[in-house]
């Protein structure tokens, strides 16, 4: 079993940088992969990025690719690091970690245990 816990969200401006962390507790196997996705108001759930639980690849969507750095910054913590935030990336977001990788990390079915979520809001 494994716990998350989202941090870090909050209303900033665009332009702005904002980082959110994800803190696991539990038995976490190097394998392991660590997501973060989001729910922009009214939408669906997108993939958003996904890193390794070891030293390893990073995954991103389009969308946030050369924005947005996902890493494992502490013994049991990942970040999102967010630059030049845009309104769009309005959104609930989540970290979420699949525990049998099988290269579908966009995918947000193929992960197991999901944290509840930090809200991030960006005004033009």
């Known amino acids: 079993q494994v716990q998350l816990v989202e941090s870090g969200g909050g209303s900033v401006q665009a332009g702005e940088s904002l980082t959110l962390s994800c803190t696991a507790s539990?038995?976490?196997?190097?394998?392991?992969?660590i997501g973060w996705f989001r729910r922009p108001p009214g939408k669906g759930r997108e993939f958003v990025a996904a890193?390794?639980?070891?030293?390893?690849?990073t995954y991103y969507d389009a969308s946030v690719k050369g924005r947005f750095t996902v890493s494992r910054n502490a013994k049991n913590t990942v970040t999102l690091q967010m630059n030049s935030v845009e309104p769009e990336d309005t959104a609930r977001y989540y970290c979420?970690?699949?525990?049998?990788?099988?290269?579908?990390?966009?995918?947000?079915?193929?992960?197991?245990?999901w944290g509840r979520g930090t809200q991030v809001t960006v005004s033009s």
């Open positions: 890193t390794q639980w070891s030293p390893g690849p």
């Open positions: 979420a970690v699949d525990d049998q990788p099988r290269g579908g990390w966009a995918e947000y079915d193929e992960y197991k245990w």
């Open positions: 539990g038995r976490i196997e190097s394998n392991y992969l």
